[in-house]
């Protein structure tokens, strides 16, 4: 009996897909994790104007120096809203966090703050997504772990909830500190 390759090519394929399958399950790799291009490295230089002032001028600099979160929301999305009130508490704890408000209105973002509460020790705006764009984000909510020397220890995509932050997000922080 000849065995041809058309039939084996296929059998091997799918074999392969599957080795593949299962190794990604079994690494522990969470897919939905997409690992930053600047993890261990400065945080991109930047220019752009306060939120509430928009002729006051923040840079990198000026923020660096101690370790802190900074969040990229806006307020079109919707899972920045469901993950404002883990930021509040986090910033009542102690936690110093910058948030860059991205690709929005500035009227809007304003009232945003004033309805919800500022959790932020700096608002930056971002309205063209220039420092998202330097930061690789690709939505929001993101959050972006920064160390006291200015570089990015970790990214978390996706809204911060309380399990989250206790269960991994707080260990990374605390790090940090």
Not at 32 to 39: D, Q
Not at 144 to 164: A, L, M, W
Request: hydrophobic share 45%.
């Amino acid at each position: 009996m000849k065995i041809r390759p058309l039939v084996i090519l296929p059998l091997v394929f799918v074999f392969a897909l599957f080795a593949l399958f299962g190794y990604a399950l079994l690494s522990g790799v969470d897919p939905k994790e997409v690992p930053s291009a600047l993890t261990g490295k400065a945080l991109p230089g930047f220019q752009l104007a306060s939120l509430q002032d928009e002729n006051t001028v923040i840079t990198r600099e000026e923020i660096i120096g101690e370790p802190m979160l900074m969040n990229i929301w806006a307020t079109w999305c919707s899972s920045c809203k469901y993950e404002h009130p883990v930021l509040n508490a986090l910033s009542a704890d102690g936690v110093k966090i910058i948030g860059i408000n991205y690709k929005d209105e500035r009227d809007l973002a304003l009232k945003w703050l004033q309805d919800y509460a500022d959790p932020y020790a700096l608002d930056i705006y971002d309205p063209n997504g220039d420092l998202g764009f330097d930061l690789g984000v690709t939505g929001a909510p993101e959050t972006f772990f920064i160390d006291s020397k200015g570089q990015v220890q970790y990214r978390y995509q996706g809204p911060i909830t309380h399990e989250i932050w206790q269960q991994s997000l707080k260990a990374i922080y605390d790090e940090m500190v």
